[in-house]
T-cell receptor, first 110, second 115 residues
């Protein structure tokens, strides 16, 4: 079993749709969690950190469920520019053992 | 801009040659990471530095790979006797250690192609 697992997709959604991604992790001692987006042939860029109480940044909402060991990302009112690969990132104790998921591809269509 | 800088952006070399990549982190960041990414996969952790100390090294990092961060600022990643399977994007990231949960910021990467 992979340490961090994501549905690879692709998710094909129309503009304006709401889409949600889940990510599961195996190490219950994991301490911090992030979502990154990566455009084709570009470097990953931080989208948002994921806090235990859940957090929102504009159209994006991230949630953490420690009991079930998963994190989620919700995108509301999808834009064409949201088309990218979304990477789930889990840090272990000390913050330096960093595991990336393989990513979920999102295509937003006009 | 004081983002993470990597060079070269691209490197094409013949199998068996040695290559070296450089990473300049964000100046106030004392944590530095190297990753390798192949098509369709997320970045795979290679190694981690806290200042000049290499504190973690992945099993992916064979004896042909070595990384240094001699003065706690820039870092180099060297691959000796390159093989076709080394073709990948090599990413460097840095973060602060103000708290344990600081996100990492990535450079543009070095794309390595082995002929």
């Amino acid at each position: 079993r992979k340490e961090v697992e994501q549905d690879p997709g692709p998710f094909n959604v129309p503009e304006g749709a709401t889409v949600a991604f889940n990510c599961t992790y195996s190490n219950s001692a994991s301490q911090s969690f992030f979502w990154y987006r990566q455009d084709c042939r570009k470097e990953p860029k931080l989208l948002m950190s994921v806090y235990s109480s859940g957090n929102e940044d504009g159209r994006f909402t991230a949630q953490l469920n420690r009991a079930s060991q998963y994190i989620s990302l919700l995108i509301r009112d999808s834009k064409l520019s949201d088309s990218a690969t979304y990477l789930c990132v889990v840090n272990g104790a000390g913050g330096f053992k960093t595991i990336f998921g393989a990513g979920t591809r999102l295509f937003v269509k006009a | 801009d004081t983002g993470v800088s990597q060079n070269p952006r691209h490197k094409i070399t013949k199998r068996g040659q040695n290559v070296t990549f450089r990473c300049d982190p964000i100046s106030e960041h004392n944590r530095l990471y190297w990753y390798r990414q192949t098509l369709g996969q997320g970045p795979e952790f290679l190694t981690y530095f806290q200042n000049e100390a290499q504190l973690e090294k992945s099993r992916l990092l064979s004896d042909r790979f070595s990384a240094e961060r001699p003065k706690g600022s820039f870092s180099t990643l060297e691959i000796q006797r390159t093989e076709q399977g080394d073709s990948a994007m090599y990413l460097c990231a840095s973060s602060s250690d103000i708290t344990v949960n600081q996100p990492q910021h990535f450079g543009d990467g070095t794309r390595l192609s082995i002929l």
